[in-house]
């Protein structure tokens, strides 16, 4: 047996449209902030790298002619205050000589000393005490004439710091996020507005499925543009009015049949009452009447009594379907109902009885009877004894549970046991009555404001009826008594 799904909560279309929209402009913004951050942050360094090494390059320059190839303390100072200028901290180092002051060779670099000692220029960013710094290393070159260019053995090494540039970088990337919030921001106002215009013919499509589903078979949407959307609209309307036509056409052969069974069944009763007093008298007749016309008067005169019953429930379900039936209300103990719908049937000694005194309700004594009459009566013909009726009191509400203890229903049969001329019941043998008893004890119960259900009992087995019926059962017109 299928189950309707149940929708999982989750994010309605609109937030998930404005999600991807401002996804999509997180994603862009970083991307591109984050690319305009990286080559800007290298061109910086890389500026002021190229600038701090020509700088020190031309202060070095000044000091040729070296006035000492194997200098001593002063003169490594000397250096070391020519290329000073603008940095914090410089140093000349030759073999295991050092200037006097300045930089402390241990915070260079080991790879930056390697590579000025072969000869080159180098640099190499560094971070003291949390703050940025670059540290520049450039060889002492000899270059004498008719001989190849070989280094002095003199390093000389600065420092500059970077903070001016860290700054600059900070700032940029300040502006890049607020770039980016700002983009955020005008995506997510732009993803509003388009989901605003996009959702707003689905709202209306959902609202007139709505209205159809709940019987407005007359509702269409208003067609604007020429886009998908339109196209669902106009599909829509299609839809609806092919709906309305087919229901129109139903709702007329079903008014057509049943007028044609009110009308049968009214024409019938005339016919149908001179045939009962014919049957009536072939009945008293048939005990001296030669076989086989005895037998034959016997059977006129039993399918004459059902086609009066079947007649009578016609009329009684036609009565339903039109909604002419009312309720006659009365204040009745329902013990006593009970009691008295058992004897007049001669079933008080066949059924047992559990029926609380003193409970009343305000119903339609003779409606009940008929719902009582069928199911007691199905119970008694189809099931096995012992059959039994249950009264239950509740503050608003009574129930009347009808059970046999036979082989109960099939599974497959209940959902139908209250279909109209519904028989088939692989449990029970085929029944001698119209096929409306069921119905027509269902809608004395709906008529009244309560229900009437089955189900097999466990684990006895056996079926059982129950009859729920408000204690103040709603007047003629509607409103509750």
């Known amino acids: 047996m299928s189950r309707p ?23 862009t913004a970083a991307a591109v902030a984050g690319g305009i951050y990286v080559q800007a942050r290298t061109a910086i360094l890389e500026r002021t790298q190229d600038a701090a090494a020509y700088a020190m390059t031309d202060r070095l320059e000044t000091l040729y002619p070296l006035r000492d190839l194997e200098p001593g303390p002063a003169e490594l100072g000397r250096i070391a205050d020519v290329v000073k200028d603008g940095n914090i901290a410089t140093v000349a180092l030759y073999g295991q000589a050092r200037s006097p002051s300045g930089l402390d060779v ?17 640099w190499q960013r560094v971070l003291w005490q949390d703050r940025p710094f670059l540290v520049i290393g450039a060889p002492m070159l000899i270059d004498e004439p008719g001989r190849a260019t070989r280094t002095s053995g003199i390093e000389v090494y600065v420092v500059r710091s970077l903070q001016p540039e860290q700054e600059s970088i900070d700032e940029l990337a300040t502006a890049a996020w607020l770039a980016g919030g700002a983009a955020l921001a005008f995506a997510v ?8 215009g996009v959702l707003r013919p689905v709202r209306e499509l959902g609202r007139a499925a709505r209205l159809l589903g709940q019987g407005e078979l007359r509702t269409r949407i208003e067609v604007r543009g020429s886009d998908e959307l339109a196209d669902v609209a106009h599909t829509f309307n299609d839809t609806a009015a092919e709906l309305e036509r087919h229901v129109e056409q139903l709702r007329g052969m079903e008014a057509d049949a049943r007028r044609f069974v009110a009308d049968v069944s009214h024409e019938l009763r005339t ?19 030669p076989e086989p016309a005895g037998r034959a008067a016997k059977l006129v005169s039993q399918e004459t009594l ?22 006659a209300l009365n204040e009745i103990d329902v013990g006593e109902l009970v009691r008295a719908t058992l004897r007049v049937r001669g079933w008080s000694d066949k059924v047992d009885t559990d029926l609380p005194a003193g409970v009343t309700a305000r119903l339609d004594p003779r409606r009940v009877d008929v719902v009582l009459a069928n199911l007691v009566g199905n119970a008694l013909r189809h099931g096995e004894p012992p059959v039994s009726v249950r009264l239950r009191a509740e503050p608003g509400w009574i129930t009347l549970e009808v059970r046999d203890h036979g082989p109960g229903l099939d599974e497959a049969v209940l959902p139908h046991v209250f279909d109209r001329f519904y028989k088939a019941s692989a449990a029970r043998a085929r029944s001698e009555g119209s096929g409306l008893g069921l119905a027509i004890a269902r809608e004395n119960a709906l008529l009244h404001g309560g229900d009437l259900t089955v189900a097999n009992a466990a684990p006895d087995g056996g079926a059982v009826f129950t009859l729920r019926l408000p204690r103040l059962a709603p007047e003629p017109d509607g409103e509750p008594a």
Not at 9 to 24: C, D, E, K, S, V
């Open 5 to 27: 799904l149940t929708p999982r909560p989750g994010l309605g279309l609109r937030a998930r449209l404005m999600a991807a929209f401002a996804l999509l402009c997180v994603v």
């Open 189 to 196: 106002a732009l993803a509003w507005l388009a989901t605003r």
């Open 271 to 289: 016919p149908l009452a001179a045939l009962t007093a014919v049957a009536d008298v072939l009945d008293e007749e048939a005990v001296r009447l």
């Open 106 to 122: 241990e915070l260079i670099p080991r790879g930056l000393r390697d590579l000025v000692a072969g000869g080159d220029i180098g």
């Open 306 to 327: 059902n086609l009066t019953g079947l007649v009578n429930d016609l009329i009684e379900i036609s009565r339903f379907d039109s909604g002419v039936a009312v309720l």
